[in-house]
């Protein structure tokens, strides 16, 4: 079958697309409001771009009255947003995130999530999260469409190694899972090891000053 994609509508396009370019994972993703109110929405269009510098890219459309959505307003005005990682346990509080609320409604109230300070930057982020990547936006790219932010990687939190790798328990997972969370494993304690030993450089030595 081939097909000629400039023969298909919005519409047409967005549901071939995404229903074959699959799976996405989802982001969950907080941003401030103006008056303070934490922001919280899924976006599955969304992945990591890049390593030198370590960037993300989430694509928000707007809404159907062509007004923009919170997060974008937010990330525009701050240019800072926290990209979380959902487990089983999160997977319908996330979920109900995408519901539509008034700016200054927090979806993290509304859902029941607890807010917990970032590192370095201001929105933030989710407690009940396994892993959050705070970004500060790198480059804005805008289409007919959408708005894709391409954020890059400041801060990694992540919940313990047991904790970290029960996500999705019982779903059905690639053949390479096994090994990629092993591999990913042995790079989390390298850069635990190498982030001790850096700070421990860091300090001034006793025998200066
Ligand atoms: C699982 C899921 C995935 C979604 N993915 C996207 C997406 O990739 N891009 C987008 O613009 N909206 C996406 N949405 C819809 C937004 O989450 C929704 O419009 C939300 O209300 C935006 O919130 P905000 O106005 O607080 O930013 C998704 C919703 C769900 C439930």
């Not at 989710?126 to 480059?139: G, H, M, N, S």
Request: hydrophobic share 40%.
């Amino acid at each position: 079958m081939d097909i000629d994609f400039s023969q298909l509508t919005e519409y047409q396009r967005y549901k071939l697309m995404a229903s074959l370019i699959v799976p996405r994972p989802i982001a969950l993703v907080t941003t401030l409001g103006p008056d303070g109110t934490v922001n919280a929405a899924p976006f599955s269009m969304f992945n990591m771009v890049g390593e030198e510098p370590p960037i993300v890219m989430i694509s928000l459309n707007r809404r159907d009255d062509a007004s923009l959505k919170d997060t974008a307003l937010n990330i525009v005005r701050t240019g800072e947003f926290v990209v979380h990682m959902a487990d089983e346990a999160i997977a319908a509080q996330m979920h109900r995130c995408g519901e539509h609320h008034p700016p200054h409604v927090s979806e993290l109230d509304v859902v029941g999530f607890t807010a917990l300070p970032s590192k370095v930057v201001a929105p933030p982020r989710i407690a009940e999260a396994p892993v959050a990547f705070e970004c500060t936006l790198f480059e804005t790219m805008e289409t007919a469409s959408r708005q894709v932010f391409i954020g890059q990687v400041r801060w990694m939190h992540a919940r313990d190694e047991q904790g970290l790798f029960t996500l999705f328990p019982g779903s059905r997972r690639p053949a390479t899972a096994g090994q990629s969370r092993r591999v990913t494993l042995r790079v989390l304690k390298h850069a635990q090891g190498t982030q001790r030993r850096v700070a421990r450089r860091g300090r001034p030595s006793r025998r200066v000053g």
